[in-house]
C-alpha cells in the first residue's frame, strides 16, 4: 500500500471517530456480531491460508488454538459489554459535598493493531475485539510473512465493514514502518522485542500510547516434588504446538540435576506419541521461514559444539521445511539457545542442585512473558511465584493463562507493556474520563477572596478541618 493510501484510510477513520463521538452498545455488538460472523463463515479458508503461509500449519491449531479463543473472547466480550460501559461512580471528598464525580468509558478514537506471523489470525483480531468493543475504530498490518492470510483478511473484512470502523492494510516492512508512524489513539504491537523497540520510537513522535505485546525466555520450573511424566508430558505439549513458535511456549526448563536426562527422553516419548512422524504428518506444523530454520540448526549445533547431548525426534531426517523436536541437555548458558527466544521446537533442559538455584537463575534474567511452575505443594508455589516478575503464570500446566478471559494477558519489561483481554482490553483502549458534577450549590468557589468577612472565616475553619 503507498503512503498516500495508508494516510487516507487512517484519515477516514480519524475524522469519524472525531465527528461521531462514542458508539452506542447495540452498534458496538453488532461490530462484534459481524466479526464473529466473518470468523466463523471464513474459518475454512484462513486455516489453508495460515497452512500456505507455513507450508504446513495444522488446521488443528488454527482450530483450537485461534478461532477458538477468537471466538470466545468475542462472546464474553458481547455479554459483558453492558456492564463494562456502565458509568463508574468515585467518592466525593467531604469539602466538596454534595456533589457527585464518576468515570466515563470513552473510545480512544482510531486503534492500530500490528499483528506478527505466529498466530496471525488470533493476534489480528484478538485486538481487535477489544478496541472494538471499546467503541474504537481499528486498522490491523498482518505480517508481510503471511501473505496469503493478510489478503483473505483484508478481502473479508472489506466485504463486512465499512472501511471507517475497521480496514486491513497489507505490506512489506516499509508498510509496517509507515503504519506505526500514524498518530493513532493507541497502537498494539505484537511482535519481537527488537522491533517493539523501534514501534515505541516511532509512536512517540506522536505521543501514540502503546500496548507492547512482546517475547523472551519463558521458563518452565518443575520442582522436585512434582511427577516428571506429568510435567513432561504437559511440556511437550505447550513447546511443540506450533512448532514452538509460541510467544508463551515454554522456552527452557529447569529439572532436579539427577532427573535431566530422564526428562528429557520422557519429553521426547511424547513428542513421539504425539507426531509418530514429521514430514508429512498435517498434526505437525513447519517452521515459518528458511531464516528461522537455520537459526534454529544453527543454535543446536552450537550447542553441541560446546558438549551438550542433543537427543532428537527419529523422523529428524524427514524434516522438509519442519525442524523435529528436539532435547538439548545442560546448553552453556552462554550460546545463542540460552541467549535468545528459541521460537522452534527446541527445548534446553538445565538441571538444578536446589529449587533456589534455579529461582535465582530465572530471577537474574530479563522478565519473561510466562513461568510455569510445577509443584502440588503450596509454599512450594509460593517461592516459585515469589522468585520473579513475569507477564502470566501457570501452575502445573503450560500457556493456559492465555486463554482465560477474565484475566489480562501481557508481559513485563521486556516481555511487553500493557495487557489487554475481556475487561482489561476493554479498559486498555478507553479512556478513563473523569467527570465532576458541581450539583447546584458550589460551596468551594464562595470561598474566593476578599479573605476578610464571611469568606475567611469559612476558609479558615476549612483549613484547621482539612490540614492537620
Ligand atoms: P516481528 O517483530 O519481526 O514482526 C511483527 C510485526 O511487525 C510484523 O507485522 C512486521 O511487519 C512488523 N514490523 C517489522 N518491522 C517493523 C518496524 N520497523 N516498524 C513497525 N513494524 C514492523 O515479529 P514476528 O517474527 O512476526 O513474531 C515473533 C515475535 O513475536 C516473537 O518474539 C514472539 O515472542 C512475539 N510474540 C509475542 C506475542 C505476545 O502476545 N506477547 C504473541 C506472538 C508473538
Redesign the pocket.
Known amino acids: 500500500m503507498t503512503h498516500d493510501g495508508l494516510s487516507d484510510r487512517f484519515g477516514l477513520q480519524h475524522a469519524a471517530s472525531r465527528a461521531e463521538g462514542a458508539p452506542s452498545a447495540q452498534v458496538r455488538r453488532e461490530r462484534l456480531a459481524a466479526l464473529k460472523a466473518l470468523v466463523l463463515e471464513r474459518r475454512e479458508a484462513f486455516a489453508r491460508a495460515i497452512d500456505a503461509d507455513f507450508g504446513a500449519r495444522s488446521a488443528m491449531e488454527t482450530g483450537l488454538l485461534e478461532v477458538t479463543p477468537l471466538i470466545r473472547s468475542l462472546d464474553h466480550a458481547r455479554a459483558h459489554l453492558g456492564r463494562w460501559m456502565r458509568d463508574e461512580r468515585r467518592r466525593v471528598d467531604l469539602m466538596f459535598q454534595p456533589s457527585r464525580a464518576w468515570i466515563r468509558h470513552e473510545p480512544l478514537g482510531v486503534v492500530g493493531v ?6 496471525p489470525l488470533l ?1 489480528a483480531l484478538g485486538p481487535t475485539v477489544d478496541a472494538l468493543a471499546a467503541g474504537n475504530r481499528v486498522m490491523i ?5 503471511t501473505p496469503a492470510f493478510g489478503a483473505l483478511l483484508e478481502a473479508a473484512v472489506a466485504e463486512r465493514f465499512d472501511p471507517a470502523v475497521l480496514n486491513v492494510v497489507n505490506g ?2 516499509e508498510t ?2 509507515a ?2 508512524r500514524l498518530a493513532f489513539d493507541h497502537l498494539v ?8 523497540r ?2 515505541m520510537r ?1 509512536a512517540a513522535e506522536n505521543l501514540t500510547p502503546v500496548t507492547l ?4 525466555k519463558s521458563p518452565a520450573v518443575v520442582a522436585p516434588d512434582y511427577p516428571l511424566d506429568k510435567a513432561a508430558q504437559s511440556i511437550s505439549f505447550g513447546k511443540f504446538l506450533n512448532a514452538g513458535q ?3 511456549a515454554p522456552d527452557y526448563a529447569l529439572v532436579p540435576a539427577g532427573q535431566v536426562q530422564a526428562f528429557a527422553e520422557a519429553v521426547l516419548d511424547q513428542a513421539r506419541r504425539a507426531y509418530p512422524r514429521l514430514g508429512d504428518n498435517p498434526d505437525y506444523s513447519g517452521v515459518i521461514s528458511d531464516r528461522h530454520r537455520v537459526r534454529l540448526r544453527e543454535a543446536v549445533a552450537a550447542a553441541r559444539a560446546a558438549g551438550a547431548v542433543v537427543l532428537e525426534h527419529p523422523d529428524a531426517a524427514a524434516e522438509g521445511g519442519k525442524i523435529a523436536p528436539s532435547l538439548v541437555l545442560n546448553p552453556p548458558t552462554d550460546g545463542l539457545l540460552m541467549q535468545e ?1 528459541i ?1 522452534g521446537p527446541v527445548l534446553p533442559v538445565i538441571g538444578y542442585e536446589t529449587l533456589d538455584q534455579a529461582l535465582a537463575f530465572v530471577a537474574a534474567r530479563p522478565r519473561p ?1 510466562a513461568l510455569y511452575g510445577f509443584t502440588n505443594q503450596a509454599r512450594t508455589r509460593d517461592r516459585i511465584l515469589g522468585a520473579g516478575l513475569s507477564g502470566g503464570v501457570t501452575l502445573n500446566g503450560t500457556m493456559l493463562h492465555i486463554a482465560q478471559n477474565d484475566l489480562p ?3 513485563v519489561g521486556p ?2 507493556l500493557g495487557a489487554y483481554h475481556g475487561h482489561e482490553g476493554f479498559k486498555r483502549f478507553s479512556h478513563a474520563r473523569a467527570v465532576y458534577d458541581v450539583g447546584p450549590v458550589n460551596v468551594f468557589e464562595r470561598l474566593g477572596p476578599p479573605w476578610d468577612g464571611a469568606a475567611g472565616r469559612l476558609a479558615r475553619a476549612a483549613l484547621r478541618f482539612m490540614v492537620r
Open positions: 500490528i499483528a506478527p506471523w505466529n498466530y493476534l498490518k498482518p505480517s508481510e510473512l512489506g516492512v509496517a514502518q503504519f506505526s504491537f505484537t511482535g519481537s522485542t527488537r522491533v517493539g523501534e514501534v516511532a505485546e512482546l517475547g523472551g509460541t510467544c508463551i527466544e521460537f512473558l494477558f501481557g508481559g516481555s511487553g
